[in-house]
């Protein structure tokens, strides 16, 4: 595991697992994504921890996928382990992508999704795209209140992220509002809507998060595994996982469309692009 992109620590029964790209807001490159399967994988085999809290050094969560700074490896490959499909290196087109998105976006989220342990998200600033992804696959999320959110893919002409669980944690009219306007919400807006539990002061979000984290720890591990998994197969059984299938050929067909009509699969966006468009809103 890289301990340049991801620090593991534990605290008694409870694994802190932290993104740790603060110059580049935790955006999410695949070597990030593979130390975060790392440690998740390590906590998972530790019987003493009971509970895993996903934090972001820095400012902010996560910006999302990285598709812009010096540590972007799209072109590297990787030991494979969600899905069982090639390596997209050697791949062109939409073949490249499909391979590649279905193991470090899909894959990956899906597989943390199933982890047996509770997970919470400590949330603060930005978390956007990419990093609603991460915090999603969290069965909680514990926001400061200085967090905010968005999905904006869809100014890329993509009709939202890989993990598309937007209508089941945000509820359909949300859903449709923060795809069609691609703006912000606020943290009081994601409480409302249900996709977080609690609101802490930005100062005091490590502290209430491990309380939470505490708190859960002292009930017994097999239960909560259970519980886990009862909440899991109720959403899947709402659709959640087949809806994610539909949704993620969709997206391909987007990034497809706009490598035929413009100049790159994301319709010719950046990331300054996307935040530019943002800002204010």
């Not at 003493?48 to 996928?65: C, P, R, T």
């Not at 539990?197 to 595994?225: C, D, H, N, S």
Request: aromatic share 8%; glycine share 8%.
């Amino acid at each position: 595991m890289s301990e340049d992109v991801v620090r593991y620590e534990r605290r008694g029964p409870v694994a802190v697992v932290t993104m740790n790209r603060p110059d580049y807001r935790n955006a999410q490159n695949s070597a990030m994504t593979y130390a975060l399967d790392d440690a998740f994988a390590r906590a998972v085999n530790d019987a003493e921890v009971k509970v895993i809290v996903l934090a972001g050094e820095g400012k902010h969560f996560s910006a999302g996928h990285d598709i812009g700074t010096p540590g972007r490896d799209v072109d590297q490959s990787f030991d494979r382990r969600a899905v069982l499909w090639w390596d997209h290196t050697d791949r062109a087109g939409g073949d490249q992508r499909f391979a590649r998105e279905s193991e470090v976006y899909l894959g990956m989220c899906r597989r943390w999704r199933e982890i047996p342990k509770p997970m919470i998200a400590s949330v603060q600033g930005a978390c956007i795209a990419g990093g609603l992804m991460l915090a999603w696959v969290c069965d909680l999320i514990v926001a400061a209140d200085d967090a905010f959110f968005a999905d904006p893919v869809v100014r890329m002409g993509i009709p939202g992220v890989e993990y598309f669980a937007h209508p089941w944690v945000l509820g359909p009219r949300a859903a449709k509002e923060v795809l069609f306007t691609g703006e912000r919400f606020t943290v009081q807006q994601a409480k409302e809507w249900g996709m977080i539990t609690r609101i802490v002061p930005r100062a005091e979000l490590e502290q209430r998060t491990l309380e939470l984290a505490e708190k859960i720890g002292a009930m017994p591990q097999f239960g909560l595994a259970l519980a886990k998994k009862a909440v899991n197969q109720a959403e899947d059984l709402m659709g959640l996982r087949s809806g994610m299938d539909s949704v993620f050929g969709l997206h391909h067909l987007a990034h497809a469309h706009n490598a035929e009509t413009s100049e790159d699969s994301l319709g010719g966006q950046s990331a300054r692009s996307m935040r530019d468009a943002n800002k204010g809103a």
